[in-house]
T-cell receptor
């Protein structure tokens, strides 16, 4: 139990569907992230939120839309996805902010396994 | 952009030492990390090393950093079946929040 919970754990969707992935952290962190994990590829940073503000969008297609209503919750809204978007989507959180030493430790959820048909 | 490279697979026998290697391109990396991902789980920080260190030891784990060659390694002594997992190398610039990860190395421990 890392303190970061992702739902659903598995999701199958058609290319015309709209779905959302949810992430919740109970660690009191201020930064939250979405990563994409595909086989044989580096873990890919998608979005970063610090204190609810998006500070990084790593050239992610607009069919992925993040939402961070507060520091504890992060969503990834999905629409008109492609089969190549099938992957494990990992949410992470960290202390965030710029004050004090920051070793950059990320706390990950277990991921949402997405399959796009 | 920054790159982190590591081999995809490593197989060792139980009781042997495992050495997982990683190279990175960002010369301004401040922290370098090893994360472990067990089956069906997210990544968990295993250990990290600050860029002004050459070596860090933590029980069965030894991290070696060659800053000149931009090479990082993780040695696991007396490898056990429970060490079977994917090991990710990562680096951050300036100790900030943006980590760049490698592909992960899948370690398989055989009896």
């Amino acid at each position: 139990e890392t303190g970061v919970t992702q739902t659903p754990r598995h999701l199958v969707m058609g290319m015309t569907n709209k779905k959302s992935l949810k992430c919740e952290q109970h660690l009191g962190h201020n930064a939250m992230y979405w990563y994409k994990q595909s086989a044989k590829k580096p873990l890919e940073l998608m979005f970063v939120y610090n204190f609810k503000e998006q500070t990084e969008n790593n050239s992610v297609p607009s069919r992925f839309s993040p939402e961070c209503p507060n520091s504890s919750h992060l969503f990834l809204h999905l629409h008109t996805l492609q089969p190549e978007d099938s992957a494990l989507y990992l949410c992470a959180s960290s202390q965030g902010g710029t004050s004090g030493p920051n070793t950059g430790e990320l706390f990950f959820g277990e991921g949402s396994r997405l399959t796009v048909l | 952009g920054e790159d982190v490279e590591q081999s995809l697979f490593l197989s060792v026998r139980e009781g042997d030492s495992s050495v997982i290697n990683c190279t990175y391109t960002d010369s301004s990396s401040t922290y370098l990390y090893w994360y472990k991902q067990e089956p069906g789980a997210g990544l968990q920080l295993l250990t990290y090393i600050f860029s002004n260190m050459d070596m860090k030891q933590d029980q069965r784990l030894t991290v070696l950093l060659n800053k000149k060659d931009k090479h990082l390694s993780l040695r696991i002594a007396d490898t056990q079946t429970g060490d079977s997992a994917i090991y990710f190398c990562a680096e951050s610039e300036g100790g900030g929040n943006k980590l760049t990860f490698g592909t992960g190395t899948q370690l398989k421990v055989e009896l």
